[in-house]
C-alpha cells in the first residue's frame, strides 16, 4: 500500500510541475486574493470578465477572493498591521483600489513589489496625465482607471428650498446650508479623504481647514462610506453630497438627470489614477501578474467604460470609470456612459501627490477629531456664529488650526507611526477643538 501512496505522490508532483511549465497555476495555487475598498459591481465584473480572460489565454480555471475592510484608510491599517506581525508576506496578492496617494506610501515603506507590464500594453498608457503619475516608474503600481471628485446634488430640492447651485467647494461651506450637507469619515473612505486633501490643497492649508471646518459644521451626519452619500443626497435626506464620480454617475443614471445633478468644481479638482499593485510576498505571484495584466490591458479597459451588454463590456453592472489608455477612448464609441475623455480637458489645480501621500493619515485624524468626533460642539458653535451675524473674530476662532501645514507634513512623515505620540496628540487636538468652539460661541454674542 505504502508503494502505491508513493507512486500517487510522485505522479502528482509531476502534474503540478507539468501544468507550472505550461503556464496554468496548480489546483492548489488558482485563487488570487485580493484587498480592495471597490464596491461589489466592480468585484463581481473584474472576477468574471478575468475568468474569461484566463481561460482563454492560459487554459485554467481561476478564482477570486476579494477581501473588504470597509474602505481605504481601514484597508492601509489593516495591512501595515498583517505587515507588522508577518514582515515577508501577509498572503494577501494584490492592493486595487483607494487612489493613488496610498501607493506612493506603501512603496515607500517597501510592501510592494515591482512587475512591469508588456510593452505593447505599456507603451499605450501615458506616465503621467496633468502632472500626476498613471503609473510608478519602478513599476511598483499603476493607475488602473481615472476618477473625477465633485459634488453632487438634489436640483429638485434646492430649488424648493431656494439653495444655491454649487459651483464650488466653498460653496459647501456657505451658512445657508446647515443640515444639507452629506460627507463621510475621510478616516474610513479614501474618496471622500482625497476630496478633503483636494480642498486643502485648492485653497491652501488654512483657507482650505476654515472650508473643511464650515463645510463639516453643514453636514447633516456623516456616513461610514462615500457610497451612502448619493443614496441620502437622493433620498433628500440632504441636498448636497461629496461624491466621486463613479458614484455620482450611477445615481444619476438611476434617478434621472432631471433630478440630479453634479460638477466637479473647475479649477479646484482632479482628475486621479485610481490604482493596482502587487504586495510584497504575494503568494500567487503569477496569478496577480495576470491579474495586472488583464486590468491594464485593452479587455480591462473597455470593461471600465463600455455599457452592459455590448460585446467585450460588463454583464450585469456598468462601472462607468473613465479609461487610462487614450486610444480607447475612439475604440468605444458611443458604446460607453462615460461621457468626459479626461484626455481632451486640463485642470487648473497642480495636485501634489506627493505631500497628500506624506500628511495621508495625520490629515484624516486632524479632520476627525476636529470636526467629526467633536460634530455636535461644532454644530452648536456654527449655530451660534450664523445667529450672531457672522462676526469676524467668531469665525476666526471656529476655523481655526492646531498645527501648521509644515508642521503636519513633517509628523506625517515621521513621528505619526508613534502609536502613544500620535494617541496624546490627538487628544491634545480635541481639547483645542472643545476650547475653540466654546469660544467661537462667546465671541458670536
Not at 280 to 285: D, I, R, S, W, Y
Request: aromatic share 10%; proline share 5%; glycine share 10%.
Amino acid at each position: 500500500m505504502f508503494g502505491y501512496k508513493k507512486i500517487a505522490l510522485g505522479m502528482a508532483m509531476l502534474i503540478v510541475a507539468l501544468l507550472s511549465i505550461q503556464g496554468v497555476p496548480a489546483a492548489d495555487d488558482n485563487k488570487l486574493i485580493l484587498i480592495s475598498p471597490h464596491q461589489e459591481s466592480i468585484a463581481k465584473e473584474m472576477t468574471d470578465g478575468f475568468k474569461v480572460w484566463h481561460k482563454a489565454k492560459y487554459g485554467g480555471d481561476v478564482e477570486l477572493e476579494w477581501l473588504d475592510q470597509g474602505g481605504t484608510s481601514n484597508a492601509i491599517r489593516f495591512m501595515r498591521s498583517e505587515f507588522g506581525k508577518n514582515p515577508d508576506g501577509i498572503n494577501v496578492d494584490i492592493f486595487f483600489g483607494g487612489g493613488t496617494d496610498p501607493y506612493l506610501k506603501l512603496k515607500e515603506e517597501g510592501l510592494l513589489q515591482a512587475y512591469k507590464l508588456p510593452d505593447d500594453i505599456l507603451s499605450r498608457i501615458p506616465q503621467e496625465y496633468s502632472g500626476s503619475p498613471v503609473y510608478d516608474p519602478d513599476f511598483q503600481w499603476y493607475g488602473a482607471c481615472f476618477s473625477g471628485f465633485g459634488i453632487l446634488y438634489n436640483k429638485q430640492l434646492i430649488k424648493l428650498m431656494g439653495l444655491p447651485t454649487p459651483k464650488k467647494w466653498a460653496d459647501l461651506a456657505k451658512p445657508e446650508l446647515a443640515g444639507w450637507v452629506s460627507s463621510a469619515d475621510p478616516r474610513q473612505s479614501g474618496s471622500v479623504h482625497k476630496m478633503y486633501e483636494i480642498i486643502l490643497q485648492s485653497y491652501g492649508w488654512e483657507e482650505g481647514f476654515g472650508v473643511v471646518t464650515r463645510m463639516d459644521a453643514n453636514v447633516k451626519v456623516f456616513s461610514r462610506g462615500a457610497s451612502e452619500i448619493p443614496r441620502n443626497v437622493d433620498l433628500g435626506e440632504t441636498a448636497y453630497g461629496l461624491a466621486i464620480d463613479i458614484y455620482a454617475l450611477a445615481k444619476i443614471a438611476e434617478a434621472g438627470a432631471d433630478r440630479l445633478g453634479y460638477i466637479m468644481p473647475e479649477g479646484e479638482t482632479v482628475i486621479n489614477a485610481d490604482s493596482i499593485g502587487i504586495l510584497k510576498g504575494a503568494p500567487h505571484g503569477d496569478l496577480a501578474r495576470r491579474f495586472v495584466e488583464f486590468v491594464m490591458g485593452e479587455p480591462g479597459q473597455k470593461l471600465w467604460m463600455l455599457k452592459v451588454g455590448e460585446p467585450e463590456g460588463p454583464k450585469e453592472f456598468a462601472l462607468r470609470r473613465m479609461s487610462v489608455m487614450p486610444d480607447i477612448y475612439d475604440k468605444v464609441g458611443g458604446r460607453t456612459d462615460v461621457l468626459v475623455n479626461p484626455f481632451k480637458m486640463s485642470s487648473a489645480l497642480k495636485y501634489d501627490h506627493e505631500k497628500g501621500s506624506a500628511r495621508w493619515t495625520i490629515v484624516a485624524d486632524l479632520i476627525g477629531a476636529m470636526t467629526i468626533d467633536m460634530h455636535d460642539e461644532l454644530m452648536k458653535a456654527w449655530e451660534a456664529v450664523r445667529k450672531g451675524g457672522m462676526k469676524a473674530a467668531a469665525v476666526k476662532q471656529l476655523i481655526a488650526v492646531p498645527v501648521s501645514e509644515d508642521e503636519a507634513t513633517r509628523l506625517g512623515k515621521g513621528e505619526w507611526n508613534n502609536p502613544e505620540f500620535r494617541n496624546v496628540t490627538i487628544t491634545e487636538w480635541t481639547k483645542f477643538a472643545q476650547e475653540k468652539y466654546k469660544t467661537a460661541a462667546k465671541l458670536a454674542k
